[in-house]
C-alpha cells in the first residue's frame, strides 16, 4: 500500500471504536493496530485466531470471492505456510446472532480462501487472524477500495463494479462526492464507471473479466458511440465462441484479437491510402484512407495553402459524383 494510500486508510479508521478480545489466542497487529492514547501512552489492539468457517464475505465485498482458487491464491498459500501463520489481518464487523456466521468480512477475502484451503488440505493448525471493527456501510466500502487500489490481483472490472454500486447506495448518485470522499479525481473516477456501465455483451465478449481493464473501455468508447449495433453484434458473436470455448470447442479468443475484431466491426477493415488527384497531377502531399463510414484526410504540415485548397476541392468533387 502507498504512502498516500496509508493516510486515507488512517483517516477511515480514526474515532472508530473497536472490540478488544483479551484471549489467549490473541495477536498484536503489527502496523494498523498500533495508536497513542490521550495518556502519550502506546496503545496496544488485540486480534482474534479464528476458524474461517465463523466468517462470511460481506456481500458488497468488491472482490469476486468466486473467482478465488488455489493457482490465484497460490502466492498467499505458500507465503502462509512458509511464516507459519497469517501475517496482517482481516478486517471484519461482528454479526448479529442468527446470521449463519459470526463475522463479515470487509476486507480479506484471498486471505480467507488462502487459510480455508490450507485447513482443507491437510493443515487444520492453521487459523484466520482477523480484527473486529465497527463500521458503516460506507466506511466498510471506503476501507475496502484503499486496502485494494493498489492490488493487481483485483481486477478493473471487479473495481469499477463496486464504484457504481457504492455511487447510489452512499453518496446519492453524486460523482463528485463521491470522487471526494475517495480522494480522486472526478475523470479517474468517470472512466471507471464508464467500465462498469458497459453492455454485457461486450463484457461476455471477454475470455475472463479479470482481463477487462479501464483501458479497454477507453477504446471501446468511440467504437460504440460511432457504431454501436455494429460493435454489439460482433460481440455477441465473440461471447457466443467463449462460451463454446470454456465448454471445450475450441480455444478462447485472446483480448487483442477481439479487440481487433470490435473495432473492425465499427469502421470496417482500414482501406489502403488513396492518393487525392488535383490540378492534374498525382500529389503524394495528400491522401485519403476510408474506415467504414469515416474518411480521414493526412497531409503534410509542408503542403501549400493552395496545394491543400485543391486537394480538397478534388476530394468534395469525387464524393459527389460517386454519389
Given at each position: 500500500?502507498?504512502?498516500?494510500?496509508?493516510?486515507?486508510?488512517?483517516?477511515?479508521?480514526?474515532?472508530i471504536?473497536?472490540?478488544?478480545?483479551?484471549?489467549?489466542?490473541?495477536?498484536?497487529?503489527?502496523?494498523?493496530?498500533?495508536?497513542?492514547?490521550?495518556?502519550?501512552?502506546?496503545?496496544?489492539?488485540?486480534?482474534?485466531?479464528?476458524?474461517?468457517?465463523?466468517?462470511?464475505?460481506?456481500?458488497r465485498h468488491n472482490?469476486?470471492?468466486?473467482?478465488?482458487?488455489?493457482?490465484?491464491?497460490?502466492?498467499?498459500?505458500?507465503?502462509?505456510?512458509?511464516?507459519?501463520?497469517?501475517?496482517?489481518?482481516?478486517?471484519?464487523?461482528?454479526?448479529?446472532?442468527?446470521?449463519?456466521?459470526?463475522?463479515?468480512?470487509?476486507?480479506?477475502?484471498?486471505?480467507?480462501?488462502?487459510?480455508?484451503?490450507?485447513r482443507?488440505?491437510?493443515?487444520?493448525?492453521?487459523?484466520y487472524?482477523?480484527?473486529?471493527?465497527d463500521?458503516?456501510?460506507?466506511?466498510?466500502?471506503?476501507?475496502?477500495?484503499?486496502?485494494?487500489?493498489?492490488?493487481?490481483?483485483?481486477?478493473?472490472?471487479?473495481?469499477?463494479?463496486d464504484?457504481?454500486?457504492?455511487?447510489?447506495?452512499?453518496?446519492?448518485?453524486?460523482?463528485k462526492?463521491?470522487?471526494?470522499?475517495?480522494?480522486?479525481?472526478?475523470?479517474w473516477?468517470?472512466?471507471?464507471?464508464?467500465?462498469?456501465?458497459?453492455?454485457?455483451?461486450?463484457?461476455?465478449?471477454?475470455?475472463?473479466?479479470?482481463?477487462?481493464?479501464?483501458?479497454?473501455a477507453?477504446?471501446?468508447?468511440?467504437?460504440?458511440?460511432?457504431?454501436?449495433?455494429?460493435v454489439?453484434?460482433?460481440?455477441?458473436?465473440?461471447?457466443?465462441?467463449?462460451?463454446?470455448?470454456?465448454?471445450?470447442?475450441?480455444?478462447?479468443v485472446?483480448?487483442?484479437?477481439?479487440?481487433?475484431?470490435?473495432?473492425?466491426?465499427?469502421?470496417?477493415?482500414?482501406?489502403?491510402?488513396?492518393?487525392?488527384?488535383?490540378?492534374?497531377?498525382?500529389?503524394?502531399?495528400?491522401?485519403?484512407?476510408?474506415?467504414?463510414?469515416?474518411?480521414?484526410?493526412?497531409?503534410?504540415?509542408?503542403?501549400?495553402?493552395e496545394?491543400?485548397?485543391?486537394?480538397?476541392?478534388?476530394?468534395?468533387?469525387?464524393?459527389?459524383?460517386?454519389?
Open positions: 500500500m502507498s504512502k498516500r494510500h496509508d493516510a486515507i486508510f488512517d483517516d477511515v479508521l480514526r474515532d471504536p473497536q472490540e478488544v478480545a483479551a484471549e489467549k489466542t490473541s495477536a498484536r497487529f503489527l502496523k494498523r493496530s498500533n495508536a497513542l492514547a490521550d495518556s502519550g501512552e502506546r496503545e496496544e489492539k488485540l486480534l482474534r485466531w479464528v476458524d474461517p468457517d465463523r466468517c462470511i464475505m460481506w456481500e472482490r469476486a470471492y468466486e473467482l478465488l482458487n488455489e493457482e490465484n491464491c497460490r502466492d498467499l498459500i505458500d507465503s502462509i505456510k512458509s511464516q507459519g501463520q497469517q501475517e496482517f489481518p482481516a478486517i471484519v464487523r461482528k454479526l448479529p446472532a442468527g446470521q449463519g456466521a459470526e463475522y463479515e468480512v470487509i476486507c480479506g477475502a484471498r486471505r480467507h480462501f488462502a487459510v480455508s484451503w490450507l482443507a488440505n491437510n493443515y487444520p493448525q492453521f487459523r487472524l482477523i480484527e473486529v471493527r463500521l458503516s456501510d460506507e466506511e466498510a466500502f471506503r476501507l475496502a477500495d484503499i486496502e485494494n487500489r493498489d492490488r493487481a490481483d483485483l481486477s478493473d472490472y471487479e473495481r469499477a463494479r464504484y457504481l454500486m457504492a455511487l447510489d447506495l452512499y453518496y446519492g448518485g453524486k460523482q462526492a463521491m470522487a471526494a470522499r475517495l480522494e480522486v479525481s472526478e475523470a473516477l468517470s472512466r471507471y464507471l464508464y467500465l462498469a456501465r458497459l453492455p454485457q455483451e461486450i463484457v461476455a465478449a471477454w475470455p475472463q473479466i479479470t482481463e477487462l481493464k479501464e483501458l479497454h477507453r477504446s471501446l468508447r468511440p467504437w460504440l458511440a460511432d457504431a454501436r449495433e455494429d454489439l453484434a460482433e460481440a455477441r458473436k465473440l461471447g457466443a465462441e467463449q462460451h463454446g470455448a470454456r465448454a471445450g470447442q475450441g480455444d478462447l485472446p483480448v487483442a484479437k477481439l479487440l481487433a475484431r470490435l473495432k473492425a466491426a465499427a469502421y470496417g477493415a482500414p482501406t489502403a491510402p488513396e492518393k487525392l488527384t488535383f490540378g492534374g497531377a498525382a500529389q503524394d502531399q495528400v491522401k485519403m484512407q476510408r474506415r467504414g463510414s469515416k474518411i480521414h484526410l493526412e497531409f503534410s504540415d509542408a503542403i501549400s495553402e496545394a491543400l485548397r485543391l486537394a480538397l476541392d478534388a476530394f468534395i468533387r469525387s464524393e459527389i459524383a460517386g454519389k
